[in-house]
């Protein structure tokens, strides 16, 4: 699935309940108006968003660490976990969810 032992080993079965992972920043602007976007995705399509603060938070960022591989290294970053791909950055609702239904 998402090919990450660090995430195994850390969460053990989390992956089975959560659909997307978003690490963010509780300052970021970018992150704050991508929440609605978020909330409404998991409203309409069911899916579970698993949330990371990173910028305060250094175990957070080494989970993001382990997803990242250096594609993105900022906020927002959300990773897919049933596709495996990534989004880096704010995008619009169509873009968000074309990602993460996997189409």
Request: charge should be negative; proline fraction near 2%.
């Amino acid at each position: 699935m998402h090919g990450c032992k660090y995430y195994d080993i850390i969460h053990g079965m989390a992956e089975l309940s959560s659909n997307i992972l978003e690490f963010y920043g509780t300052e970021c602007e970018h992150c704050i108006r991508m929440q609605p976007l978020l909330e409404r995705l998991e409203k309409e399509l069911g899916v579970t968003v698993e949330r990371y603060e990173v910028w305060h938070n250094k175990e957070n960022r080494k989970i993001m660490e382990q997803y990242d591989k250096d594609s993105c290294e900022g906020v927002p970053f959300y990773v897919n976990i049933k596709t495996g791909k990534s989004i880096c950055g704010e995008v619009d609702y169509e873009a968000l969810k074309t990602w993460a239904t996997g189409v």
